[in-house]
């Protein structure tokens, strides 16, 4: 087995000059150039940018499931380029949660079973008491024996986020976590993450294209041509003050 190394814990995700190329010779594309950047312990982030600027990129390196073409990136304290595949999988499943677009809950299982997944995936004892507790965390407490067909699309969002969350997860990643949800569902679901992160320390990396839904971090990272463009510090700001500015930065971005 591979030794990872281990370093002082500052930030749950470091990268450091992290290049991204897809392809090779003239087809070559680059999609993240030089990347160095921390996030915090117990902080939301979003990252924003216009299309094709890396975003993706950037969380899926981070969370190991891309391999950087150059560059250092560190995980929980361990440098994922020291480690074997075997070894990455073995770090994703137990310290990162992951939530998507797409809700990618079995049909057929109810929103317990669907929760109790990791566990099962991974071979593990299921903890039900932890299960019923992430349930819980996310409001849906009385609907643990309901099917994804018998919840709303906010439900069946609020269940993918107690999967992500059932193994205590270093770092919570989510790829246009409200891309398919109408607005008064989204914003449930985002004051659900926002809580989360304040009441739990639950750090959390957001890639999103909608102002409002980047407006509940605590900053906001701008990504353009695979670099960071910028880093803007949020304030609390319920008038939505902060929606609106985030949308003219990126209107900037896009010009």
Do not use: W, Y
């Given at each position: ?16 000059g992290?290049?991204k ?7 070559s ?8 950047i ?23 390196c ?14 929980a304290?361990?440098d994922?380029?020291?480690m ?6 073995k770090?994703?499943?137990?310290h ?20 109790e997944l990791?566990?099962r ?6 903890d ?12 849906l ?9 018998e ?20 770092v ?19 004051q ?5 992160v ?9 890639v ?30 319920a008038?939505?003050?902060?929606a609106?500015?985030?949308?003219a ?7």
């Amino acid at each position: 087995m591979t030794t990872t190394r281990q370093t002082p814990v500052q930030d749950a995700v470091e990268l450091h000059g992290v290049r991204k190329v897809h392809g090779a010779g003239d087809r070559s594309v680059t999609a993240l150039d030089g990347v160095s950047i921390g996030f915090p312990r117990g902080t939301f982030t979003a990252i924003m940018g216009p299309s094709g600027s890396g975003k993706s990129t950037l969380l899926q390196c981070a969370a190991g499931l891309e391999q950087p073409t150059d560059g250092r990136i560190v995980l929980a304290g361990s440098d994922i380029g020291q480690m074997n595949e075997k070894e990455r999988t073995k770090l994703r499943r137990d310290h990162i949660g992951f939530v998507f677009q797409a809700f990618n809950l079995v049909e057929s299982l109810t929103a317990a079973q669907n929760v109790e997944l990791p566990s099962r995936f991974a071979g593990r004892r299921v903890d039900r008491e932890q299960v019923a507790k992430a349930l819980a965390a996310v409001g849906l407490a009385e609907r643990a024996g309901h099917r994804p067909s018998e919840l709303s699309g906010g439900q069946q969002q609020r269940v993918a986020l107690a999967r992500a969350l059932v193994t205590r997860p270093d770092v919570l990643f989510a790829d246009e976590p409200t891309g398919a949800l109408d607005t008064v569902t989204s914003k449930e679901v985002l004051q659900m993450m926002r809580m989360l992160v304040d009441q739990e320390g639950q750090t959390t990396l957001m890639v999103t294209h909608d102002p409002v839904a980047a407006a509940m971090a605590d900053v906001v990272v701008f990504l353009k041509d695979g670099r960071i463009a910028d880093r803007v510090p949020l304030s609390r700001d319920a008038n939505g003050g902060n929606a609106a500015a985030i949308a003219a930065h990126m209107a900037g971005l896009e010009a």
